[in-house]
């Protein structure tokens, strides 16, 4: 079965996500997805997998058009979407995994255990898999579940699989099984649309690759004509101009406030080591999931690692709870701000001061509203946070407003050590750049910052050092004289 | 311990020995316990309590939970005895039929507000609880139904029967337990429930009607307490609106609770569940029997379920161990 697209464009509440992209699959072949987080690839495979319609443009399917609205209408022409988290029942046997929703039979008709239990069988075996189909689901592992989710998109006749990033939870040798089985789907004239960030898997598997940016189809080549520095530099696209990073009381002193050595979490991340010194940058790039906010969460003693050594000014440091670490000056502003960052049905005055309930109360631990008052109203004018007063909520203000209110609550409490999670997203291009100018205002006055974004322009603009994170380890430490885009992509990728 | 471990593998026997001991322990204490007499009183206090519990453990499969079945049973029953003091001759079969009718429309009625509202079952059933047991007074008008009002061929429904003189509502109940058995186990439409509790994202992208599978569960748990309404009137002979059926729900959930029907959905057993019912069977009969005194039976009843659930969580974890899942 071929697929072609036409100008598939897709919006959210007026926001171009996706824009005209034009794509065509042949049977028989793997074609990779490659662009950077946000670049429109999963949005694109999401339209094609009927879990979203697009606003404009047209699928057709052997030169018929078609329209695809549910993931159900999806499979049932053809087109399965193999989940990056195997969607699996777990109380259930393989063989009622393959087959649930399409069994023989309606209501009270018997299961015919028999010959769904023959017919898994059969659809394991032709891709290699010895998988007793009778067994409990529970407990295989993650790779087994999307073999099995694979034998059953092949029960229903799939003629297009698309895989987005199911490398990603596979050891090594898992991965070598699950091509070994794509190379045969191949063969039987499936086509797969594989979405990955590693070039090198990319390279060994498929036959054509397409890349994204900025919700815009850039390119489709064959993968033998086409080098990984090419596909990196179509990834992110022009360089930009590096802007000056200013050397300060961190290039003089080369005083360590912070220094993290072999932190190791087993699920997340591993041997993470590096020194913070006063009044530096130190930027955390690399791409989501990559474990950076992990580590920062670990630091700040919301959430808990395995092994390793914290020394906050020379001090060895357990960081058991956020609260001890606060009370220690080292402080996190989380990437989630809706969720994590603020009090939303709260005053804009009382979300500003609730870092430092003793500078507000009396000692009964009574609030001064005088106190609250005029503790924020520094801030508010500092900032330029747009309010109509103090006492309004914080969720009724913008985005970059919200984060700048977050960002005065923190230095209400005088932090040394500030961990800033994705400090711009979601804010705009205003706001951002005066963000950047408290950020550097900051680091003149010896804060110690780390600053974990994905903006590759923001961390080689602000950072004095670079740490670039891939898969749960530190894959390298670049100076900013050293670094740029291409760099630092060529190690957050493999 | 490899023979201990395989032991463990059975899902059904942890609460199987846990039965093994209360009898035993019970039999130490006093041996009139084993006598014929404690056992029929077993046999017949079990049938009511079973017949709900199959249809609340296919809500509980489904990852939800029917607060309102006491108060399900409760219309219904209020319902079948005025319409016994309207036509006395009404049959038996013509009696199952309407309280199996009136428990369907309002198990559905719970599942409609559940599914078209997406509101969480608990405070939903919470509120029916409440709402349908006000219409049990508004209908009956806060007056009992008596003994004399109830037929006696409804009144030997719980007594005896043309089979071997074995109690009507003891070969029902057999009869609905293996069918829920059937249906759960090897119907298409039982494997979906299983699938919608065990992971209901999943289920929708395989195409399952969850809306659907919802409805069909509240409305056979509705169904099957309306049933025991009539289970309810036969046996004891009354049905008092202030009464009849509150609190049931609590011994209903617990013994599908203890029978390893899992809270989170998709996993659970009509054998289990039987056993889940048939303990606190006994052991409701076995502490008058043992000269518990009043005040401290419930007590023991409320320690013997709480420790159950314990032992059985552990027995869990075991086999969890031992089948090497990573989610222990």
Redesign the interface.
Known sequence: MQLLTKNIGKSFSGVNVLRNVDFDLIPGEVHALVGENGAGKSTFVKILSGVYAPTSGKILLDSKETEINT??AA?KKGIALIHQEP??????SVA?NIF????E???????R?QNINNKSKEILNSIGLNIDPKK?M??L?IADQQMIEIA?ALSKNSKILIMDEPTSPLTPNEVNKLFKIVSQLKKRGIAIVFISHRLEEIRSIADRVTIFRDGDKIITKNIDSISNVEIIKYMIGRDLKKTEVSENIYAKEKKVVLSVKNLTSYSKFRDISFDLHKGEILGFAGLVGAGRTDVAKSIFGSEKYDSGQIFLYGNKTKNESPHNSISRGLVYLPEDRKQMGIFGQVAVEDNMTSSVPNLISNAFGIINKKNVTSLSKNYIEKFKIILTSGRQLIEELSGGNQQKCIISKWLLSNPSILILDEPTRGVDIGVKSEMYDIIKQLSQNGTAIILISSELPEILSLAHRIVVMREGHISNTLDHKNASQEIIMQNAIN | MPLFDKFLRIRELGILSIILIVVIGASIIDIRFLSYDSWRAVLLAIPLILVMAMGQMMVIICRHVDISIGSILAFSAIIIGLVFIQFPNTSLLAAIFITAIVGAFLGLVNGLIVTKFNVHSIIVTLGTLSLYRGLVFIVSGGRQIDRNDIPLHIISFSQTSYIFSIPGILILSTVIVLLTHL?MK???????I??T???P???H????NVTKITLFVFGVCGMLSGIAGLFYASRFGYVNPGVTGVGIEFIVIAGVIIGGT?ITG??GSVLGTFLGILLLGIINVALPVLNIPGGYQKAIYGIIIVAALALDQFIIYRM?II?????V
């Open positions: 993931p159900i499979q969607q699996s029942f777990s109380h259930l009622e649930m929703g399409h069994m039979g309606k209501f009270f008709s018997r299961v255990w409990i529970e407990g592992s059953g | 249906i090897h119907s298409i439409i039982g494997r979906e299983y699938a509790g065990s992971n994202t999943a289920a992208l395989k195409g399952i899992s998709g996993s969890k089948r090497g899942s990573k989610y």
